[in-house]
């Protein structure tokens, strides 16, 4: 392999599935009990907050549990009431 400075290895970007990332908005005090309830469903998706502020959390989740992510986001609006899924 060429070790000079000016050769690079490149990576394609993987073509994005549909469901990998779910954006919703939340009461900013549920932040932690989002996240904490995701997290509890193993594999399901990692949550991160980007703008605790504004109550904005992404759930970033395989294609395969898209469903099961989204059908969890219900049960939690039900439970909180304010919840919303704005992309994804």
Do not use: H, W
Not at 59 to 65: E, F, K, N, Q, V
């Amino acid at each position: 392999m060429n070790s000079s400075p000016s050769a690079r290895v490149c990576f394609p970007t993987p073509a994005r599935a549909p469901g990998g990332r779910l954006l919703i908005r939340v009461n900013p005090a549920d932040i932690a009990y989002v996240a904490m309830t995701v997290e509890a469903y193993d594999g399901l998706g990692i949550p991160r907050t980007m703008d605790q502020r504004a109550g904005l959390m992404e759930i970033l989740t395989s294609p395969d549990y898209a469903a099961d992510a989204r059908a969890l986001l219900a049960a939690l609006k039900e439970e909180l009431g304010a919840l919303e899924i704005i992309g994804g």
